[in-house]
């Protein structure tokens, strides 16, 4: 099993280059310097494969097997990447590891180059005035798409999280009569790419086309700043995948998530 090494901050950031999209979140984990990187390298220090190790364990690249050890003293929540880099972890670390409650291979990473036509909604950045009416929408959007109620298991650093969100700018809303007809995250910012997470509507809006017309101008403000905007998805989330397509956004990649 190949060796592995602490990379620094140009060996990550020359690594995610070559996969921006793929690499988004680690390449944005890197510049804000947060959680753990372990990594294999090849010739001329150019690195094979990247792990990042916190909360949760998301690998990319080649010889991930490497990582196996990392990831079963983590106590991570979830690992996520790349399907076949996630695929050959697990190989490796499953003796280790508890068995997963829920494995999601095959998840399609989409991704948006142009901008759409415009949805002429009231979209904007959320605000510290709007948290209240956010933490219980961003938990719901948690627990529809992980299956975990996260006000349950930790309201308050759930709550610090979607305030930090929307004071970094991450955070966007379009909100009417006290309904939100649309929300969502960016869970990854990069100068390549932005990731968005945690799209959703609130039930009593749903099936009217706000999601469609407030993500065409949500990506259109994005793609302002940035060459591409994307996100995945579950294969089964049939209006999701959907929505996304409605857009003209495509399919570039897979993701597996096995989520502990």
């Known amino acids: 099993m190949a060796e592995t090494e602490s990379p620094t901050l ?20 890197a510049r804000r310097g947060l959680g753990r990187f372990s990594a294999v390298a090849g010739c001329e220090g150019r690195l094979e494969a990247l792990c990042h190790v916190g909360a949760n364990i998301v690998p990319s690249g080649r010889a991930c097997a490497a990582f196996a050890d990392a990831a079963a003293r983590s106590g991570a929540r979830m690992v996520i990447g790349e399907e076949r880099a996630v695929g050959e972890l697990w190989e490796a670390a499953r003796r280790q590891m508890p068995r997963p409650r ?36 961003c938990a719901e959007a948690h627990r529809e798409e992980i299956g975990v109620d996260p006000l349950r298991r930790d309201a308050e650093g759930f709550r610090w999280r979607t305030r930090q969100q929307i004071e970094e700018g991450r955070s966007w809303l379009w909100l009417e009569e ?47 700043q940035v060459p591409a905007v994307c996100l995945f998805v579950r294969p089964e989330n049939k209006p999701a995948l959907g929505l996304y397509d409605s857009i003209g956004m495509t399919r570039e990649l897979t993701y597996r998530s096995l989520v502990f």
């Open 10 to 29: 140009d060996q990550v950031l020359a690594f995610c280059a070559d996969e921006p999209v793929e690499r988004v979140f680690l390449e944005d984990m």
């Open 102 to 137: 829920d494995d999601r291979p095959g998840q399609p990473v989409y991704a948006l180059r142009e901008p759409p036509e415009a949805g002429e909604t009231g979209l904007r950045p959320a605000r510290l005035l709007d948290l209240d009416m956010l933490v219980p929408a």
């Open 178 to 224: 006290g309904v939100i007809r649309f929300k969502a995250e960016a869970s990854a910012w990069t100068p390549s790419a932005v990731q968005l997470q945690q799209v959703w509507v609130d039930p009593r809006a749903r099936r009217r086309g706000y999601a469609r017309r407030a993500l065409a101008d949500l990506c259109r403000l994005l793609l302002e």
